[in-house]
Nanobody, 122 residues
Framework: QVPLVESGGGLVQAGGSLRLSCAASGRVFSVNDMGWYRQAPGNQRELVAVINSAGTTNYADSVKGRFTISRDNAKNTVYLQMNSLKPEDTAVYYC????????????????WGQGTQVTVSA
């Protein structure tokens, strides 16, 4: 089992900033892709940003230039720095981590965080 713990959501005014974090714990052998997704009411879950083990990043067009994804490999933690927030960024944000477990045979895992609410007021 590889539980994820998210933190950092909240309520902020438009133009403000928030920083989300997501830590993977348990029997982690290696971590590959780490990403952030979001889901607003009535919408499908969508990719916000992803970072691979080499540090290569990919962003949704709607957040480019405003959000920055980063990771701390020693802590198996991924961050999302969100600046210049807009009301349309309001959603539940989920982290996703893929890697291999220390269990016998080093099976792969693909796990999701519990979600953290981000609300941006106009």
């Amino acid at each position: 089992q590889v539980p994820l713990v998210e933190s950092g959501g909240g309520l902020v005014q438009a133009g403000g900033s928030l920083r989300l974090s997501c830590a993977a714990s348990g029997r982690v052998f290696s971590v590959n892709d780490m990403g952030w997704y979001r889901q607003a009411p009535g919408n499908q879950r969508e990719l916000v940003a992803v970072i691979n083990s080499a540090g290569t990043t990919n962003y949704a067009d709607s957040v480019k230039g405003r959000f920055t994804i980063s990771r701390d490999n020693a802590k198996n933690t991924v961050y999302l720095q969100m600046n210049s927030l807009k009301p349309e960024d309001t959603a539940v944000y989920y982290c996703n981590v893929r890697g291999r477990s220390r269990s016998y045979g080093y099976p792969g895992f693909d796990v999701w965080g519990q979600g953290t609410q981000v609300t941006v007021s106009a």
